[in-house]
């Protein structure tokens, strides 16, 4: 279904969201990056869960992907000829430490260098993710997010990219979507590391929860002067009728899609008065867990690309709660089959704002998969155009009513690996051709490029203190 029809009314400006509003575009190491053995890169759950037949659409992998580790400078060359000058990024723990702990890889932390390094020549200011989903699968062996000495491993990654690259990343997320990589990867198997069941899901939440504060307390210590946030993805949620039940249902599913992971850090502990089953955390619980899942963050990431809406279920073990799928419900959708529903990151920013503890928050992704054909060398995604500017739109209504809503993100540059759905949906504001690697500028992608070139003044403090060598 084709929607075009606000297109002509978007008449929004950059400087209408402030001055200081942060622009820019967000990427995945393992999405993007290639090169998967290469100089010593350890292999990730990513690596080895795409060598398992069926796990991926048409047993794709991101082996190369968009090759972003060769192609990496012509790549943001193009961000800025695009007038994009923040940059969010993650590092491959595995590339960094091929074992997860231990021995650093100097050859990957070299790679990093080159990437922040010329992203400060052309002006571009990094964003650094943390922990984007790939875990080094020699950690997993040891079970990975559900063995407790998971704290240790990641404080020695935490420090170990606090002290090489701190001095220039001054703006860090430790984790990305907890929700999406303990509930896909250590719940429903249909992530890396393909892991099912309460029994890997509880103690993976659990540990987290105390990892993301334990990322943000370090990197406070030893890069005091950058901002520190981490990212959720979060929905709208919707009953899908007023009855008691079906209301019942909508409030499980925003516990578990929303709340999980924002709470304990705020020290509200897990919404359990709405999933009881979360009480079965305790047994993985210490004394000291409940402050130490506390952190107070900059800022607050927030991912939102849809709604869903929710009914009772019998069937669903626990949840008793179904998501009524998009298609049945003949709305507007992306290729993922996700309802276009602007309204959503209002809410979304909304009930964000609306927590005591939240200070800032960025929409660190939003973005659609949308059929793209290339057509003499043109991309003329309407739809992907239409969907940004509706958006927006909503994020303009919420900053007005005074949300501390700073920055933007569109979800994705390129086209790259979308985790289990392959290469079939396309998110970039670039298109690639997976054959040949060929970049194409998509129309929305010229469209941010000019929405971008409206704002008065560039500014982009970091990058001019910072003295890098050119070269
Ligand atoms: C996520 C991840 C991205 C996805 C994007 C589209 O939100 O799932 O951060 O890696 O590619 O969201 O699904």
């Known amino acids: 279904m084709t929607?075009?029809?606000?297109?002509?009314?978007?008449?929004?400006?950059?400087?209408?969201?402030?001055?200081?509003?942060?622009?820019?575009?967000?990427?995945?190491?393992?999405?993007?990056?290639?090169?998967?053995?290469?100089?010593?890169?350890?292999?990730?759950?990513?690596?080895?869960?795409?060598?398992?037949?069926?796990?991926?659409?048409?047993?794709?992998?991101?082996?190369?992907?968009?090759?972003?580790?060769?192609?990496?400078?012509?790549?943001?060359?193009?961000?800025?000829?695009?007038?994009?000058?923040?940059?969010?990024?993650?590092?491959?723990?595995?590339?960094?430490?091929?074992?997860?702990?231990g021995k650093v890889n100097q050859n990957g932390v070299a790679f990093y260098n080159d990437v922040i390094n010329f992203c400060l020549k052309c002006g571009i200011t990094p964003w650094v993710t943390l922990y984007h989903w790939d875990l080094p699968q020699k950690l997993e062996e040891l079970g990975g997010w559900t063995n407790r000495q998971i704290l240790d491993w990641f404080e020695d990654y935490v420090k170990i990219c606090a002290n090489n690259f701190g001095d220039r990343v001054k703006h860090w997320m430790v984790l990305n979507e907890p929700m999406v990589f303990t509930g896909a990867g250590y719940f429903l198997g249909v992530h890396a590391p393909g892991k099912k069941g309460l029994k890997n899901f509880i103690p993976a939440i659990h540990h987290a929860v105390l990892c993301q504060a334990l990322g943000g307390k370090l990197l406070r210590k030893m890069v005091p002067d950058s901002t520190i946030g981490t990212t959720f993805s979060c929905s709208q949620i919707t009953a899908r009728s007023g009855s008691k039940k079906d209301l019942k249902a909508a409030d499980k599913a925003d516990a578990l899609l929303n709340r999980l992971f924002i709470e304990p850090s705020l020290g509200l502990g897990y919404p359990d008065e709405s999933i009881p089953v979360l009480r079965k955390i305790k047994k993985y619980e210490r004394p000291e867990d409940a402050q130490n899942s506390i952190f107070e963050f900059d800022f607050i990431g927030i991912q939102n690309y849809t709604r869903e809406v929710v009914r009772h279920s019998y069937t669903v073990p626990y949840l008793r709660a179904k998501i009524v799928k998009a298609p049945e419900r003949n709305v507007q959708t992306t290729l993922m089959d996700w309802e276009v529903y602007p309204p959503s990151i209002y809410e979304m920013l909304k009930k964000f704002n609306g927590y005591k503890g939240v200070k800032k928050i960025l929409i660190t992704e939003n973005g659609a998969a949308f059929e793209d054909l290339l057509e003499e060398g043109k991309i003329d995604d309407l739809e992907r155009t239409s969907y940004l500017q509706n958006y927006l739109k909503q994020v303009y209504k919420a900053s007005s009513e005074g949300v501390k809503v700073s920055g933007y993100f569109v979800w994705t540059f390129t086209d790259n690996f979308e985790w289990a759905e392959g290469y079939y949906p396309r998110f970039g504001l670039v298109h690639i051709d997976f054959e040949t690697l060929k970049r194409t500028i998509k129309a929305s992608g010229k469209w941010y490029r000019s929405f971008l070139g409206k704002k008065v003044s560039s500014k982009n403090i970091e990058a001019k203190k910072t003295d890098v060598p050119i070269g």
Request: include cysteine; proline fraction near 2%; charged fraction near 25%.
């Open 3 to 101: 929607d075009t029809s606000e297109q002509s009314t978007f008449d929004l400006q950059p400087k209408d969201f402030g001055e200081d509003f942060i622009w820019g575009v967000s990427t995945a190491a393992y999405q993007i990056e290639g090169a998967h053995q290469k100089h010593g890169k350890g292999k990730s759950i990513w690596d080895e869960f795409v060598t398992k037949k069926g796990t991926i659409f048409q047993d794709q992998h991101g082996q190369i992907a968009c090759d972003f580790y060769n192609k990496y400078r012509d790549d943001i060359l193009l961000m800025k000829s695009m007038n994009i000058d923040h940059f969010r990024f993650s590092l491959s723990w595995s590339r960094i430490l091929p074992d997860g702990t």
